[in-house]
Nanobody, 123 residues
Framework: VQLQAFGGGLVQAGGSLRLSCVAS????????MGWFRQAPGKEREFVAA????????LYADSVKGRFTISRDNAKNTVYLQMNSLKPEDTAVYYC?????????????????WGQGTLVTVSS
């Protein structure tokens, strides 16, 4: 499966952005989907994940209550709604697909990755 993420940009602290990730192919609903991010000089970290039918979600503690992951299997798309953005949310955001049975925070479990979209939050 090929993934393309978009929706990043420059936003002021306290603002909102919605990222989208579109998947190619007919098997999107067989993958758990995740969002990760990588800030300059830091390792890639888990942000959120959603199960194949969408009923189970996981969040990093740093984004819980501010970010919401969702998916539309009919559109082969996973979303990340980001509210109350902070400068420390500045990073390149990646979507990823995992064919395993259970959703996970582990980035090494994900099989496919999108190209990333840059989110910059100014103070």
């Amino acid at each position: 499966v090929q993934l393309q993420a978009f929706g990043g940009g420059l936003v002021q602290a306290g603002g909102s952005l919605r990222l989208s990730c579109v998947a190619s192919g007919r098997t999107f609903n067989t993958y758990n989907m995740g969002w990760f991010r990588q800030a300059p000089g830091k390792e890639r970290e888990f942000v959120a994940a959603i199960s194949r039918p969408g009923g189970i979600t996981l969040y990093a503690d740093s984004v819980k209550g501010r970010f919401t992951i969702s998916r539309d299997n009919a559109k082969n798309t996973v979303y990340l709604q980001m509210n109350s953005l902070k400068p420390e949310d500045t990073a390149v955001y990646y979507c990823a697909a995992d064919g395993a049975s259970w959703i996970t925070r582990r980035n090494d479990a994900y099989d496919y990755w999108g190209q990333g979209t840059l989110v910059t939050v100014s103070s």
